[in-house]
């Protein structure tokens, strides 16, 4: 397929080179400091680098644009290119391996990338490009074109609308490269453990007297052998970005290819029956699904303007198409009913599905004041339709041993087709007012959002409507900053909701069989506070989130389905990040939650600790600038996470877990250019464990990558 992609960037968003070119080692220090206000500039709505520049001193809220940290109520963390760079991280997951509220709950290495914030999952589906979802590549997210990873923790539909999967434990956005004002060509070449090489490139311009067009272009291809015995993977990627930016108009245009395929094995997770006691985690590069092979293909483009009418009133619109393809082993992939013995059933099946996705946004921005209060006021608009489609065939069941897995599995070829399986639709609008008073120490923030969600389900095969889902719910938000000695410190609270589909009754004994709910809303309660000095920083969050769901009561012979089910999580979180000093960084925190399954069916496992909920989960990395040798930087990582159940029973659980990576990095020059060497080790003990829980309906747990060297060597030309 031709690279056709597209991700239109926000409102003006252009590369920071200089996240890129400096990277905090003893050895930049020369480079000229008026880079970093050139782009500034040119990136006039793109939060600058934090002290340290692992992350930023702002982000995006949703609708209401690029914020503050320090102005905003909710716990948000921006981390940057130079961060991406630096860590070598190849997708959202290594990304979010910095972050204490954040874990992933997919086997390490799986076609999809999954994870679970402050105790809720959030789904590969889920990933929003500047903002807008059903954009974001499918899979693995190639973080090349990538210039800020975004999470906003907790439900966010007021500022972004409903997530396509209904996630509400966060949001994660990706901010799109731009092109900066002086010129880059740059590029690397790299290699991962077990034998995987690969290259990519970096090209940025900009044109005209003002330099109001700009063009970035990056490239990437990897190929070899994976940690997993058998596995060879592949990955090829390229994307355009375009951007133009005028006193009144700004606008870009953004496309990407993204195509991933692997061969000769997958990760699975691992399904343990409700008796089976969980073993001592195996070994990462155990193999279940020989001959296991797939391909994912994702292609975009996307469109952006922003025109400001006057400094009171702006307005914007989006508007992008996404494809995607997969074929192949690539869902159910699990070790099913593994026994005491460790014997499992696996069922090889080849699969060919699509989604195709059309997302738009508009919106109008006002800032007024009236009476010494000042308002930001943001009506938007947000529409994303996606039709999909799938086919399976599946090999019969054959038994294997976890510990001694069959050598060879029978794997279906796919079907040549994909027939279309369902429609959806979510519409929004939502209105947005940021009040602020008392010379901005006060900031008021109220909204609400009306949502729609439509679906239409069909048979396979006679293309036959099976099931219609036509919902509407209204969420309110409520939240308040307040800085009371001065701009160093934020207390903050909110009231927000998120949203997820209803589910519909199917059991054939139900007494209210085909009743379909409501879409659930999700709602969170956060207290926190924020401080700055200096070059460092700290965000304290305590919250409460209620999730519904849907349980049966009554009769087990006849039950009767309500959506009065209830998940809850409270947790205290602590995040830091910046410079101790000019040579030392930290970036990490930690958090305490306690998750509770407070209404469950026949109120059997009521006041159980929640599925995949620990009590501790903690991250601390450091990075530091040796004196003996100018350019060389050390860094090093702890990842810890306390024990957890797999089932609501609470019979079954994996113990805690506690991983050590370190790194290094050498930023020197060779005939005037920069050359950037880095190495980094991730799990440097090479401990096997199980990482999480994969389902909060089934015991299916995940295992954590072994040990994994990465070495790459970066030249500007």
């Not at 077990?194 to 970035?216: A, M």
């Not at 401080?531 to 049966?552: D, K, Q, Y």
């Not at 469950?600 to 600790?609: K, L, P, Q, S």
Request: contains cysteine; charged residues 20%; glycine residues 10%.
């Amino acid at each position: 397929m031709t690279p056709v992609a597209l991700a239109i960037s926000a409102i003006a968003c252009p590369t920071l080179v200089l996240a890129q070119v400096v990277s905090g080692g003893a050895g930049e220090v020369t480079l000229p400091a008026v880079r970093v206000s050139v782009e500034a500039e040119r990136a006039s709505d793109l939060p600058a680098p934090h002290a340290g520049r692992q992350v930023a001193k702002g982000a995006r809220l949703g609708a209401i644009g690029n914020q503050d940290v320090m102005d905003v109520p909710f716990n948000i963390t921006s981390y940057t290119a130079e961060l991406i760079a630096d860590q070598q991280a190849r997708n959202v997951a290594d990304v979010m391996a910095n972050d204490p509220s954040v874990r992933f709950t997919t086997s390490s290495g799986h076609a999809y990338e999954n994870y679970r914030i402050r105790g809720f999952d959030v789904n590969a589906s889920e990933l929003a490009l500047n903002g807008m979802f059903g954009l974001a590549p499918s899979g693995h997210a190639p973080l090349e074109a990538v210039e800020r990873v975004e999470v906003l923790k907790g439900p966010g539909a007021l500022f972004t609308g409903m997530a396509p999967g209904g996630g509400v434990g966060g949001v994660i956005n990706l901010v799109p490269k731009r092109a900066g004002d002086d010129p880059l060509s740059r590029v690397s070449v790299g290699y991962q453990s077990k034998s995987q090489f690969g290259t990519s490139l970096d090209l940025g311009r900009r044109f005209g007297e003002g330099k109001e067009v700009g063009l970035r272009i990056n490239g990437a291809f990897n190929d070899g052998d994976t940690y997993l015995d058998g596995q060879s993977k592949k990955r090829e990627f390229v994307s355009a970005a375009a951007d133009y930016q005028g006193k009144a108009l700004k606008a870009s245009v953004d496309a990407y290819y993204s195509k991933e395929s692997f061969s000769g094995g997958t990760p699975a997770m691992y399904w343990f029956q409700a008796t089976t006691p969980i073993p001592d985690a195996l070994s990462p590069r155990t193999n279940l699904f020989p001959g296991a092979s797939g391909t994912l293909e994702s292609k975009a483009v996307v469109a952006r303007a922003e025109y400001e009418f006057n400094r009171f009133l702006t307005a914007f619109a989006g508007l992008g198409v996404m494809d995607f393809e997969s074929v192949g082993f690539i869902n159910g992939t699990h070790a099913r009913n593994i026994a005491a013995n460790g014997n499992f059933m696996a069922i090889g099946n080849g699969t060919r599905s699509y989604t195709d996705s059309i997302s738009s946004e508009a919106g109008l921005r006002s800032q007024f004041s009236t009476a010494g209060v000042g308002h930001e006021l943001v009506l938007h608009l947000t529409t994303l339709e996606q039709e999909s489609g799938l086919a399976t065939n599946s090999a019969a069941a054959v038994t294997s041993n976890i510990y001694s897995p069959l050598t060879t599995l029978v794997m279906p070829q796919a079907p040549g087709r994909a027939p279309k399986t369902s429609d959806t639709t979510l519409s929004s609008l939502a209105l947005v007012d940021t009040v602020s008073f008392l010379d901005d120490r006060v900031r008021l923030t109220l909204g609400l959002r009306n949502q729609n969600v439509k679906t239409v389900n069909y048979n396979a095969t006679s293309g036959a409507v099976t099931a219609r889902y036509d919902k509407s719910v209204v969420t309110p938000a409520l939240a308040v900053v307040v800085k009371p000695w001065g701009p160093s410190l934020s207390l903050y609270a909110n009231y927000v909701q998120g949203l997820s589909r209803g589910d519909t009754v199917t059991d054939t004994l139900a007494t209210n069989r085909n009743v379909v709910f409501a879409p659930y809303e999700t709602e969170q309660k956060e207290l926190g506070g924020k401080w700055s000095v200096g070059g460092f920083s700290n965000t304290v969050s305590l919250f409460e989130i209620t999730r519904p769901t849907m349980v049966a009561i009554g009769s087990s012979s006849n039950p009767t389905y309500t959506d009065e089910g209830e998940k809850r999580v409270r947790g205290l979180e602590w995040n830091t990040f910046g410079e101790l000093t000019r040579t030392l960084r930290l970036l990490g925190g930690a958090t305490y939650t306690q998750g509770v399954q407070t209404r469950t069916a026949y109120d059997r496992y009521n006041g159980n600790t929640a599925i995949g909920a620990p009590r501790w989960q903690g991250n601390l990395g450091t990075e530091w600038d040796t004196p003996w040798l100018s350019g060389l930087t050390l860094t090093g990582r702890i990842i810890a996470t306390s024990s957890q159940y797999l089932d609501a029973a609470n019979r079954q659980q994996i113990p805690s877990w506690t991983t050590v990576d370190v790194g290094a990095r050498y930023v020197t020059r060779v005939e005037q250019r920069r050359v950037v060497l880095r190495l980094n080790i991730n799990n440097l003990f090479d401990k096997h464990y199980w990482s999480g829980s994969f389902s909060d309906s089934f015991s299916m747990a995940t295992l954590g990558a072994p040990r994994t060297v990465s070495a790459s060597a970066t030249f500007d030309l």
